[in-house]
């Protein structure tokens, strides 16, 4: 199975700054990436899928980028409402794992 | 709007088996895919396998492989997942999840979560 290593496990940054989380499979996965949110006590929700596609609604300052074994989500902007934990999952095929998660905290 | 409403708070003794449902709205129930995703205290999110509403078909992540079982209700849009002998190891919330398109394999749509807790 493929293995899906995010880094870093969590991060602190100020607000406003840009944060970058990486996320790199063990074997190619072309874009068949997706990004979620999960808020303390809430359920995921799916930020952008095809690696770089930002689903409806979800704020410009989020942004994807990558393809095969080397993927990023940046947020431009770090704003309070972005403290949450963050997932990469892969898509194509299954097992469809999720990394192991990095959360974003305000410094 | 779509809505996937699921099943309540369980407690189970180890070697128990439990069995959770997952209710559809607002959408044919058999064009899309039913996922289960698993998130244990503190921990990360962890994909279990799939269900095909139209046919049934089903497909297990390898470490569920043999005490697993999906199947599902078209006549009531509800899904299930049938998880056995059960040790503290299962304690977790388990989602279900519904794929954003068909065949996708990426999660739009998500259940309520329903904790269970393996404790004897």
């Known amino acids: 199975d493929i293995q899906m290593t995010q880094s870093p496990s969590s991060l602190s940054a100020s607000v406003g700054d840009r944060v970058t989380i990486t996320c790199r499979p063990s074997q190619g996965i072309n874009n068949y990436l997706a990004w979620y949110q999960q808020k303390p006590g809430k359920v995921p929700k799916l930020l952008i899928y095809a690696a770089s596609t930002l689903h409806s609604g979800v704020p410009s300052r989020f942004s994807g980028s990558g393809s095969g074994t080397d993927f990023t989500l940046t947020i431009s902007s770090l704003q309070p409402e972005d403290v949450a934990t963050y997932y990469c999952?892969?898509?194509?095929?299954?097992?469809?794992?999720f990394g192991q998660g990095t959360k974003v905290e305000i410094k | 709007q779509v809505q996937l409403v699921q099943s309540g708070t369980e407690v189970k003794k180890p070697g128990a088996s439990v069995k959770v449902s997952c209710k559809a709205s607002?959408?044919?129930?058999?064009?899309?895919?039913i996922h289960w995703v698993r998130q244990a205290p503190g921990q990360g999110l962890e994909w279990m396998g799939w269900i095909s509403p139209k046919n049934g078909d089903t497909n297990y992540a390898q470490k569920f492989q043999g005490r697993l079982t999906m199947t599902r209700d078209t006549s009531i849009s509800t899904a299930y997942m049938d998880l056995s002998r059960l040790t503290s190891d299962d304690t977790a919330v388990y989602y279900c999840?519904?794929?954003?398109?068909?065949?996708?394999?990426?999660?739009?749509?998500w259940g309520q979560g329903t904790l269970v807790t393996v404790s004897s």
């Open positions: 999952q892969k898509y194509n095929g299954v097992p469809h794992t």
């Open positions: 999840a519904r794929e954003a398109d068909i065949f996708t394999g990426y999660f739009k749509y």
């Open positions: 607002g959408y044919s129930f058999t064009d899309y895919y």
